[in-house]
């Protein structure tokens, strides 16, 4: 017994599969152009700080527009970050992952937002019982201790 479908038209989904192909290629081979594109602009913005200091980049384009996620891939980035994991993680080492994947130089206030972007995130897991908390840190820095987060046992 095969449980292999007859389609009428097997070209027609051929075709179809083809084209879902060329799509998916098409969508990542953007995605790879906007990153370079969001690294040219902190880089420029980079350049006019040490021209001026007080120049407000902010003005030219906002933060939010600037760095902005597509909608559902913050929340995918720190399950997956959980997922790939050796062991907890607090919401600054997510944040520092989140920027290196990214390709963002950012400076504290910048890490500072992204990491309160992240943590709305994981307060959100929680609620919906993916992520827990499991203890703090001990070996922190200044800004110290961090709460650790893991993926709840049975959870995604």
């Known amino acids: 017994m095969q449980n292999t479908p007859k389609y009428d038209r097997p070209n027609t989904v051929a075709g179809l599969v083809e084209k879902h ?38 003005a030219i384009k906002e933060y939010v527009t600037k760095h902005r996620a597509q909608k559902g891939s913050v929340k995918r980035f720190v399950l997956n970050a959980f997922r790939e994991a050796d062991g907890p993680l607090t919401s600054r080492q997510i944040t520092e992952m989140w920027a290196e994947d990214r390709g963002l130089v950012a400076d504290d206030a910048t890490l500072s937002l992204i990491r309160k972007r992240i943590g709305a995130c994981i307060k959100s897991c929680v ?11 001990t070996d922190h820095g200044e800004y ?9 046992e049975g959870g995604q």
Do not use: C, M, N
């Not at 152009?33 to 040219?40: A, F, G, R, S, Y």
């Open 127 to 137: 609620g919906q019982g993916l992520i827990e908390e499991v203890g703090v840190t």
């Open 21 to 58: 192909k060329e799509l998916s290629d098409l969508r990542d081979r953007y995605k790879a152009e906007i990153k370079k594109l969001t690294v040219d602009i902190d880089h420029l913005d980079a350049a006019i700080r040490l021209f001026d200091p007080a120049a407000d980049t902010y």
């Open 144 to 152: 110290g201790p961090y709460k650790l987060w893991a993926l709840k």
